[in-house]
């Protein structure tokens, strides 16, 4: 079965940080590719960031270049990370990792299995 967990949000000051994880399991996601998408209230689910091992690719939104840094660790923890720096009031949302069984994509209908999902909330 396959499982993802999400965890490490919370509420922190603009400029802060947090690292997210998410913890997977029934997979060896160095096969898929693996994204941290994010939804604000009122608004669609947003990739945030893509990392594909299979193919090389690594994606970063615009809005988080620089400041966000996705990693992953399938050796030790099986999980991917997500570091997020110099956060902003408007990187408040609700962060979820999925995996899509084949490459990294904008289309989040195609991402087949999902975390449950970890409430950022970053205060001005």
């Known amino acids: 079965e396959v499982q993802l967990q999400a965890s490490g949000g919370g509420l922190v000051q603009a400029g802060g940080s947090l690292r997210l994880s998410c913890a997977v399991s029934g997979i060896t996601f160095d096969d898929y590719a693996m994204s941290w998408i994010r939804q604000a209230p009122g608004k669609e689910r947003e990739v945030v960031s893509c990392t594909s091992k299979s193919d090389g690719t690594t994606y970063y939104a615009d809005s988080v270049k620089g400041r966000f840094t996705i990693s992953s660790d399938s050796k030790t923890e099986n999980a991917v990370f997500l570091q997020m720096n110099s956060l902003k009031p408007e990187d408040t949302a609700v962060y979820y990792c999925?995996?899509?069984?084949?490459?990294?994509?904008?289309?989040?209908?195609?991402?087949?299995?999902w975390g449950q999902g970890t409430l950022v909330t970053v205060s001005s």
């Open positions: 999925a995996r899509h069984a084949f490459f990294c994509t904008l289309q989040t209908p195609e991402y087949d299995y």
